[in-house]
């Protein structure tokens, strides 16, 4: 089969969650920066011994972004 060919089939099957896109855009970024807080608020939280702390930890990371803001 022809690339060109493959990619037009590939294309034509995810066609319309490309088109999806274009009423809906989504972008990753935000969701991507709140994991990768997590992941980090993980590292350092290594020794703490209660988890309901962590879980307020982490709820607190979205709360901060926007304290200054507006």
Do not use: C
């Not at 896109?21 to 935000?30: A, C, I, L, N």
């Amino acid at each position: 089969m022809l690339p060109l060919r493959k990619m037009g089939n590939t294309i034509a099957a995810y066609k319309s969650g490309i088109l999806n896109w274009y009423d809906h855009p989504v972008f990753s970024g935000q969701l991507e920066g709140a994991n990768n807080g997590i992941n980090i608020l993980k590292r350092m939280a290594y020794a703490y011994r209660d988890l309901e702390f962590f879980k307020l930890r982490i709820l607190a990371i979205q709360e901060t972004r926007y304290a200054f803001t507006g």
